[in-house]
């Protein structure tokens, strides 16, 4: 069990939003053992010394698609697993590079991967999965043309979701997903840019089935996220008792207070519109889609700030697929624009662990927790760039105490 004390930095009290100087920090295999104003006094124990930088949690990215290889979601659906489990391990890899430590699947990953990433084959983020998503016919997760009537790849690593129509049926798809190692449930509550049949404002699910997959999850001790976009899909996804909305770009004050009371979290995806916008086009998202991409593109901003008044927390996350993973940090400068720094930071730490099911073992540096860090060149709340551009802004990444990145001095 590798032990050190991480000393002479700063250190973001992410909570507060400051930083304060004097704190060690010390690290005993994978958990935080003492956090301390005062210096740790053990012997033969290596003392690594942070040089000025800023020791701060992992970040947590709170909506990927890990097994997302390309951006055409129904050529992905197609190719072999061994090579989208192949593919994946880098998406991974990458994403832990970019100082994630733990992230959240919202369709697709599964117990395998998971797995993986415990046992030390996949030096990645640790991982919380929904494993397959559920929709319905000609629903978000519906990647056929119209005119296919073959069923969807259901074996496939690389098809993010299944469909499941009727009560009875989605019932069983909910307990299908939990037994295999699902820590929530996913489902497609309304249209979406990257499916080719459903416009953005169509609703996805009869309450009734919204609510029988609620009370499955409920019954493992489990919540429901729901892809939503609209303040009517927003509003009814919240009033079947759906705790995790993702999206929102079109939301409305008075749907965001209604969730906020009702307990709910939001979880933003801006960057997936911009990545999209970018580059969407030139790695297969078609022209209906590029089409709705603007629709949803020019809420976003505007949601952050009715969500931030309205007090509904706001998780991290970025919702990119394929080739555009390589731009999951600039979702910290588009967030920026609009909300203030130590929000943002929060937002990709405490709010998105509280998410996750890891309130106070993930998004934290305290004793307990996960050692999940990244060591910042410089002040993030002054530079929020300095996350937007990890290459050159973390000198240290670690999860579970395991360095995975560190250019500090021993």
Same mark, same amino acid.
């Given at each position: 069990?590798?032990?050190?004390?991480?000393?002479?930095?700063?250190?973001?009290?992410?909570?507060?939003?400051?930083?304060?100087?004097?704190?060690?920090?010390?690290?005993?295999?994978?958990?935080?053992?003492?956090?301390?104003?005062?210096?740790?006094?053990?012997?033969?124990?290596?003392?690594?010394?942070?040089?000025?930088?800023?020791?701060?949690?992992?970040?947590?990215?709170?909506?990927?698609?890990?097994?997302?290889?390309? /951006?055409?979601? $129904?050529? !992905?659906? &197609? +190719?072999?697993? %061994?090579?989208?489990?192949?593919?994946?391990?880098? @998406?991974?890899?990458?994403?832990?590079?970019?100082?994630?430590?733990?992230?959240?699947?919202?369709?697709?990953?599964?117990?395998?991967?998971?797995?993986?990433?415990?046992?030390?084959?996949?030096?990645?983020?640790?991982?919380?999965?929904?494993?397959?998503?559920?929709?319905?016919?000609?629903?978000?997760?519906?990647?056929?043309?119209?005119?296919?009537?073959?069923?969807?790849?259901?074996?496939?690593?690389?098809?993010?979701?299944?469909?499941?129509?009727?009560?009875?049926?989605?019932?069983?798809?909910?307990?299908?997903?939990?037994?295999?190692?699902?820590?929530?449930?996913?489902?497609?509550?309304?249209?979406?840019?990257?499916?080719?049949?459903?416009?953005?404002?169509?609703?996805?699910?009869?309450?009734?089935?919204?609510?029988?997959? /609620?009370?499955? $999850?409920? !019954?493992? &001790? +489990?919540?429901? %996220?729901?892809?939503?976009?609209?303040?009517?899909? @927003?509003?009814?996804?919240?009033?079947?008792?759906?705790?995790?909305?993702?999206?929102?770009?079109?939301?409305?004050?008075?749907?965001?207070?209604?969730?906020?009371?009702?307990?709910?979290?939001?979880?933003?995806?801006?960057?997936?519109?911009?990545?999209?916008?970018?580059?969407?086009?030139?790695?297969?998202?078609?022209?209906?889609?590029?089409?709705?991409?603007?629709?949803?593109?020019?809420?976003?901003?505007?949601?952050?700030?009715?969500?931030?008044?309205?007090?509904?927390?706001?998780?991290?996350?970025?919702?990119?697929?394929?080739?555009?993973?390589?731009?999951?940090?600039?979702?910290?400068?588009?967030?920026?624009?609009?909300?203030?720094?130590?929000?943002?930071?929060?937002?990709?730490?405490?709010?998105?662990?509280?998410?996750?099911?890891?309130?106070?073992?993930?998004?934290?540096?305290?004793?307990?927790?996960?050692?999940?860090?990244?060591?910042?060149?410089?002040?993030?709340?002054?530079?929020?760039?300095?996350?937007?551009?990890?290459?050159?802004?973390?000198?240290?990444?670690?999860?579970?105490?395991?360095?995975?990145?560190?250019?500090?001095?021993?």
């Amino acid at each position: 069990m590798d032990s050190y004390i991480l000393f002479g930095g700063k250190f973001l009290d992410v909570d507060e939003g400051v930083l304060r100087d004097g704190v060690e920090v010390l690290v005993e295999g994978e958990r935080i053992a003492q956090v301390s104003t005062r210096p740790i006094e053990r012997t033969g124990i290596r003392r690594i010394d942070l040089a000025g930088r800023t020791l701060m949690p992992g970040l947590i990215d709170a909506h990927v698609h890990v097994v997302a290889t390309l /951006v055409d979601l $129904a050529a !992905n659906a &197609g +190719l072999p697993s %061994s090579l989208i489990a192949l593919r994946t391990r880098k @998406i991974m890899g990458d994403m832990l590079m970019r100082g994630f430590t733990t992230v959240r699947d919202l369709a697709g990953a599964d117990l395998g991967l998971k797995l993986a990433v415990e046992e030390g084959l996949i030096d990645g983020p640790r991982l919380i999965i929904c494993g397959k998503a559920l929709s319905q016919t000609v629903g978000h997760c519906d990647y056929r043309a119209r005119s296919d009537k073959r069923p969807l790849h259901l074996e496939s690593l690389g098809a993010l979701g299944r469909i499941a129509d009727g009560v009875d049926e989605v019932r069983r798809a909910a307990r299908e997903e939990i037994k295999a190692g699902a820590d929530f449930v996913k489902i497609m509550a309304n249209g979406g840019v990257s499916s080719p049949n459903d416009p953005i404002h169509v609703l996805q699910y009869s309450r009734d089935e919204i609510r029988a997959i /609620v009370e499955e $999850a409920e !019954n493992y &001790g +489990l919540y429901v %996220s729901a892809h939503t976009y609209t303040d009517v899909s @927003i509003r009814r996804a919240v009033e079947c008792g759906v705790k995790s909305l993702e999206h929102c770009n079109l939301i409305q004050a008075e749907t965001a207070r209604l969730a906020a009371k009702a307990g709910a979290f939001a979880c933003p995806t801006l960057v997936a519109y911009e990545g999209l916008a970018l580059d969407g086009a030139a790695f297969g998202l078609g022209p209906e889609s590029q089409a709705k991409l603007e629709v949803v593109r020019k809420g976003g901003l505007e949601s952050l700030k009715i969500m931030r008044e309205a007090g509904l927390p706001m998780a991290f996350g970025t919702d990119l697929l394929g080739q555009l993973h390589k731009y999951q940090s600039m979702e910290f400068e588009i967030r920026a624009r609009v909300l203030p720094v130590r929000e943002v930071i929060q937002s990709a730490t405490r709010v998105s662990a509280r998410l996750c099911g890891l309130a106070d073992k993930a998004g934290v540096i305290a004793e307990g927790a996960y050692a999940d860090f990244v060591v910042v060149n410089g002040n993030p709340l002054d530079d929020i760039g300095l996350l937007a551009k990890p290459e050159d802004g973390l000198a240290a990444i670690a999860r579970g105490g395991r360095f995975f990145k560190n250019t500090l001095a021993s």
